[in-house]
C-alpha cells in the first residue's frame, strides 16, 4: 500500500480499549496515517463544526455506533447532511449483529460496515483492508 | 181446580213433573234444602194428581187443595231460610196465618156467602205471606252471584207469579161466589198460563235441567278463571285465595270464608278468616270433616243437624249454619282448606260441590303454575347471579391473566433486552482480552517464557470461545425477538443449499446426503433455514468420525401433520439424556470431542416452538441420531 501526502483518519470510538489496539494496529502496518480521535458523538460533531481541526477532512472516518450520549447514527446523519462532509467515506464500525443496525447505517449513508469480532487480528485486518480501499478511493487515479 | 185446556194439563204436568223430581232429589241427599223443595212440589203434585182422579166434587178436595195451597208460602219461606235469615215475626206471621187459615179451612163452609170475609182476609194473608219467601229470594238473588242468582231470580219470579196466581184464584173464586157465575175461558186461560209460567220458573231454579245448567256454571267458570288468571302470575298467592275465597262465596251465596289448615304431626286444625286475626285452633276428631277432606282431597258439605262430630264447633267457628269445605290440593297433597260458611243452607249442594271442585282445581293448577314460575325465576335469577358472578370472576381472572401475561411480557422482554446487552457488552472486554494478549504476545513475546507465551495462547482461545457463545446466545435471542412473516418454504432446497456450504468448508469428507425431494413448509424463511443449518451442522459435525457418513432429510409416514426429519449415523447419545439437548449450554459430548456452544438445539427448539410444533430425538450412542420436529400445533 503506497501513501503520497499524509493520510487522515477520524476513530469515533469510545472504548479505550479498542482506540489503543487499533492505534497499534495501524501502526504496525506500517500505514503512514495520522488518526485523530472522537471520543464520543458530540465531540465527533464538534470535530467538523470546528474549523481549526476540520479545515483538512480526514480521508476516512470510522465511526463506532455504539456511543455515548449521540448515537453514531445520529453522527452520521449530520456528517450526511452537511455540505462540507456529505462525500466523506465513512465506515461504521459495530459490535452489533442486529441487521437493522446494518441497513440503517447504509440508509443513512454508510460506506462499509464492519462487525467488529472477537478476534482482534481479523478485525484489524478488514479495518486495514476497508480503510485502505476508501483511502485510495480518494486518491487521485495515478495512486491508484 | 179450573180446567183451562192445553196450558192448564202442561202446568198440571208439569207440576206433577216438579213434585216427583223434588221428591227423589230428597230421597237421594236427603238434605234440609230439598226435603222443604219436596214438600212444596210433592203438595202440589199431590192435588193436582187427587184432581185428577177425582175432580172437584167432592168437597174434601177443594179444602185439601185449599190447604196445600195455604202451605206455599210457608214452605217457600222455610226453603228461603236456608238462604238467609229473616226477622222472627215475619216466620212467626206466615206460621200463624197458616195454621188460623187451615183451620178455618177445615171448619167454614166456604161456599156460603158468609164466608165471604174469610175468603177475602186469607187472600191478603196469602199475597203477603207469598211476599216474604218472595223479597227474600229476590234479595238472596241480589246478593249472590252466577248459577245461584239466576236460579234466585227464577225461583223469586216463580214465587211471585205463584203467588199471584194464586191471589188471582182466590179474587175469581171471590167473584164466583158472590156474583154467581163461572170463570171465564180468558180467565181459566190467564190462570193456567201464569201457573204454567211460575211452574217453568220454579222449574229453572230449583231443579235446572243439564242443558241450562251447564252453560251457567261454565260462563260463571269462565270468569272466575279470566279473573284469577290473569292476576296470578302478579299477585301473592294470599291474593289468589282471597279471589277465590270470595269467588267462591259468591258462587254459593255464602257470607263467611276462612283458611284451614291441618298440621301434619298433631292433625291439629287451624281455621283462620281472612278478615279477622284470630286464629281458631279445634280439636280435631277422627271424623272431623276437615280432616277427612284434607287427606281425601275432595271437598264436602256440612250443615247443622249433621251427626258427624265436631260439626257445630265448625259451624260456629264460622258463625253459618253450613260449611262448604273446599281443599285445594298440590299434586298428591292438600294445601290449604277453603272454609265457605253460609247463614242459611246451601240450596244446591250437588251444584255447588261441583263448581267448587273445578274451582280448587283450576286455582291449584294455578298456584302450580305459579310456584313453578316462581321457581323458574328463582332459578333464573340464581342461574343470572352465576353467570354474573362466573363473568365478573372470568373477568378478573381474565384481567390477572391479561395483567400476568403483560408483566411476563416485560419481564421477558426486559430478560431479552438484558441477555442483548448483555452478550454485547460482553464482547468489548473480550476483545480487549484478546487484543491485548495478541499485542503482548507480538511485542514481548521474544522476552517471555515458553509457558508464558503458552498461557497467552490460551487467554486468546477461551476469549474467541467465549465471543463465539455470546454470538450464539444473540442469535438465540435474535430467533425470540424477530417477527415471522409466513409463506411457503421448499426446505428441499433449504437443506440442499446449506450442504453444499458445509461441504465448501469441508470439501475432503465423504458424506452421503439423502434429501426428499419436494418438502414444503409455510415457514418463516429465515427461521427455518437456521433450523436447518444447526441440524444439519450438527449432524455434519457429529459424523466427522465415521468413514461413510449418511445424513437423511425427510418426513415420517403418516401423521395428521407433517413430521420432518435430519438423521445422520453418527455419535448419537445417551437417550438418558435426549431431555437436556434442547437447554441451552448443555452438551453432551466434551469440547474436545466435539465444537460447540451448546445453543444450536436451544435455538432449534425456540424456532420449533415458535411455530407451535414439537421436537423430539431418537437415538443410541454411536447409532446415530434423529431429530424429529413439526412446524406446525398439534390438531391445526
Not at chain 2, 203438595?43 to 179444602?63: E, S, T
Not at chain 2, 218472595?134 to 246478593?143: D, H, V
Not at chain 2, 290440593?329 to 267448587?356: K, P, S, Y
Not at chain 2, 443410541?620 to 434423529?626: D, E, K, L, R, S
Request: charged fraction near 20%; aromatic fraction near 8%; include cysteine.
Amino acid at each position: 500500500m503506497t501513501t503520497g501526502s499524509l493520510q487522515k483518519i477520524l476513530l469515533v470510538e469510545d472504548n479505550d480499549d479498542d482506540y489503543d489496539l487499533t492505534l497499534r494496529a495501524f501502526r504496525k502496518a506500517g500505514l503512514n496515517i495520522r488518526i485523530e480521535r472522537a471520543r464520543d458523538g458530540s465531540e465527533a460533531i464538534e470535530y467538523f463544526n470546528d474549523p481549526a481541526k476540520s479545515t483538512v477532512l480526514p480521508n476516512v472516518v470510522l465511526l463506532d455506533l455504539n456511543l455515548p450520549r449521540i448515537s453514531g447514527h445520529e453522527v452520521l446523519r449530520q456528517i450526511r447532511a452537511n455540505p462540507k462532509t456529505r462525500r466523506l467515506p465513512v465506515v461504521i464500525l459495530t459490535t452489533s449483529r442486529e441487521h437493522e443496525d446494518l441497513t440503517r447505517s447504509y440508509d443513512l449513508g454508510a460506506n462499509s460496515c464492519i462487525r467488529k469480532p472477537v478476534d482482534f487480528v481479523e478485525f484489524i485486518e478488514t479495518v486495514q483492508t476497508v480503510t485502505a480501499y476508501w483511502l485510495n478511493l480518494n486518491q487521485t487515479p495515478r495512486v491508484i | 181446580m179450573p180446567n183451562g185446556g192445553i196450558l192448564a194439563s202442561a202446568d198440571e204436568i208439569l207440576l206433577v213433573l216438579m213434585g216427583s223430581i223434588t221428591v227423589f232429589n230428597y230421597l237421594y241427599y236427603r238434605d234440609p234444602v230439598r226435603r222443604d223443595t219436596a214438600l212444596i212440589f210433592g203438595g202440589l203434585a199431590v192435588i193436582v194428581v187427587v184432581n185428577w182422579l177425582v175432580g172437584l166434587q167432592f168437597d174434601w178436595v177443594n179444602r185439601l187443595i185449599l190447604i196445600v195451597l195455604l202451605t206455599q208460602p210457608y214452605l217457600l219461606l222455610r226453603v228461603g231460610l236456608h238462604l238467609q235469615p229473616i226477622a222472627k215475626r215475619f216466620i212467626l206471621y206466615v206460621q200463624g196465618g197458616l195454621l188460623l187459615f187451615a183451620a178455618g179451612v177445615l171448619t167454614i163452609n166456604l161456599l156460603s156467602p158468609d164466608a165471604l170475609p174469610f175468603l177475602i182476609m186469607m187472600g191478603v194473608y196469602f199475597i203477603t205471606a207469598q211476599a216474604i219467601p218472595t223479597i227474600l229470594f229476590l234479595r238472596g238473588a241480589q246478593r249472590a252471584k252466577g248459577i245461584t242468582r239466576r236460579r234466585l231470580h227464577a225461583i223469586g219470579l216463580g214465587a211471585a207469579l205463584f203467588g199471584l196466581n194464586v191471589s188471582m184464584l182466590v179474587g175469581f173464586t171471590i167473584v164466583q161466589l158472590t156474583r154467581n157465575r163461572s170463570l171465564s175461558e180468558f180467565e181459566q186461560l190467564w190462570l193456567s198460563f201464569l201457573s204454567t209460567v211460575s211452574v217453568l220458573c220454579f222449574y229453572v231454579g230449583f231443579a235446572p235441567p243439564r242443558w241450562l245448567w251447564r252453560p251457567f256454571q261454565m260462563s260463571e267458570l269462565g270468569r272466575f278463571l279470566n279473573e284469577v288468571g290473569r292476576n296470578v302470575i302478579r299477585q301473592p298467592v294470599e291474593d289468589t285465595i282471597t279471589y277465590m275465597a270470595e269467588a267462591c262465596l259468591q258462587a254459593v251465596g255464602g257470607t263467611e270464608s276462612a283458611i284451614a289448615t291441618v298440621s301434619i304431626d298433631t292433625l291439629k286444625v287451624t281455621i283462620q278468616r281472612p278478615n279477622s286475626p284470630i286464629t281458631l285452633n279445634i280439636r280435631a276428631q277422627d271424623k272431623n270433616p276437615i280432616r277427612i277432606a284434607w287427606s281425601i282431597g275432595e271437598p264436602a258439605y256440612v250443615y247443622a243437624g249433621q251427626p258427624t262430630q265436631d260439626v257445630p264447633s265448625l259451624r260456629a267457628a264460622l258463625g253459618a249454619q253450613a260449611v262448604y269445605i273446599v281443599p285445594i290440593c298440590e299434586v298428591n297433597q292438600t294445601w290449604i282448606i277453603l272454609l265457605l260458611g253460609l247463614r242459611g243452607g246451601a240450596l244446591f249442594v250437588h251444584d255447588d260441590l261441583f263448581l267448587l271442585r273445578l274451582f280448587a282445581g283450576q286455582v291449584a293448577t294455578l298456584i302450580e303454575n305459579k310456584t313453578l314460575v316462581e321457581k323458574l325465576n328463582g332459578i333464573n335469577d340464581y342461574l343470572e347471579t352465576r353467570v354474573t358472578q362466573r363473568t365478573l370472576a372470568l373477568r378478573k381472572s381474565d384481567e390477572e391473566l391479561h395483567q400476568r401475561v403483560n408483566q411476563l411480557t416485560a419481564v421477558n422482554r426486559e430478560l431479552e433486552a438484558f441477555s442483548y446487552s448483555v452478550s454485547h457488552d460482553l464482547r468489548a472486554p473480550l476483545r480487549a482480552i484478546n487484543g491485548f494478549s495478541q499485542a503482548l504476545s507480538e511485542d514481548y513475546g521474544d522476552q517471555l517464557p515458553a509457558d508464558a507465551q503458552d498461557y497467552l495462547k490460551r487467554i486468546r482461545a477461551a476469549s474467541q470461545r467465549m465471543g463465539h457463545q455470546i454470538d450464539d446466545m444473540l442469535m438465540l435471542s435474535r430467533v425470540t425477538r424477530t417477527e415471522m412473516t409466513v409463506q411457503t418454504v421448499n426446505l428441499s432446497q433449504i437443506c440442499q443449499e446449506i450442504i453444499e456450504e458445509l461441504t465448501l468448508l469441508e470439501p475432503d469428507r465423504q458424506v452421503t446426503v439423502t434429501i426428499q425431494p419436494d418438502l414444503y413448509a409455510e415457514t418463516d424463511k429465515n427461521l427455518v433455514e437456521l433450523l436447518l443449518q444447526n441440524l444439519l451442522g450438527n449432524a455434519w459435525k457429529f459424523t466427522s468420525r465415521k468413514d461413510i457418513a449418511q445424513i437423511q432429510v425427510g418426513t415420517l409416514g403418516e401423521n395428521p401433520i407433517t413430521v420432518y426429519y435430519v438423521r445422520d449415523n453418527g455419535a448419537g447419545f445417551d437417550p438418558q439424556y435426549a431431555e437436556k439437548l434442547f437447554t441451552v449450554f448443555q452438551r453432551l459430548h466434551s469440547a474436545a470431542d466435539f465444537e460447540g456452544t451448546g445453543v444450536g438445539l436451544a435455538t432449534v427448539q425456540r424456532i420449533v416452538h415458535r411455530h407451535g410444533g414439537r421436537i423430539w430425538a431418537e437415538s443410541q450412542p454411536n447409532q446415530g441420531a434423529t431429530f424429529c420436529f413439526t412446524l406446525a400445533p398439534e390438531g391445526s
